[in-house]
Nanobody
Framework: QVQLVESGGGLVQAGGSLRLSCAAS????????MGWFRQAPGKEREFVAT????????YYGESVKGRFTISRDNAKNTLYLQLNSLKAEDTAVYYC????????????????WGQGTQVTVSS
């Protein structure tokens, strides 16, 4: 089992940047594909980005492509999400997740989830 704890969220003005972190503990972090998802009030959980075990392959949701960057440091058991050029519509709770099957944009491909960190973008 993997335990995931997100951090780095907060309040930022539109056009600003944030860096989210997800600290993993438990089983070997490098064995897992990792992903970021987000959920705004009243909306379904939305795929943001995913990364393979080595960090060599990444895949992004259309709404964040070119603005967000996913990365990982296996030596530190940490996943990151760099958020740039933030917009009001990026406001949501951001979740990291771990899976073992493949790069995926689907929530059901991820077995382990963190509790989330709130990102609020003021316009």
């Amino acid at each position: 089992q993997v335990q995931l704890v997100e951090s780095g969220g907060g309040l930022v003005q539109a056009g600003g940047s944030l860096r989210l972190s997800c600290a993993a503990s438990g089983r070997t972090f490098s064995n897992y594909y990792m992903g970021w998802f987000r959920q705004a009030p009243g909306k379904e959980r939305e795929f943001v980005a995913t990364i393979n075990w080595s960090g060599s392959n990444t895949y992004y949701g259309e709404s964040v492509k070119g603005r967000f960057t996913i990365s990982r440091d296996n030596a530190k058991n940490t996943l990151y999400l760099q958020l740039n050029s933030l917009k009001a519509e990026d406001t949501a709770v951001y979740y990291c997740a771990a899976g073992t099957n493949r790069l995926s944009s689907r929530t059901y491909d991820y077995a382990y989830w963190g509790q989330g960190t709130q990102v609020t973008v003021s316009s």
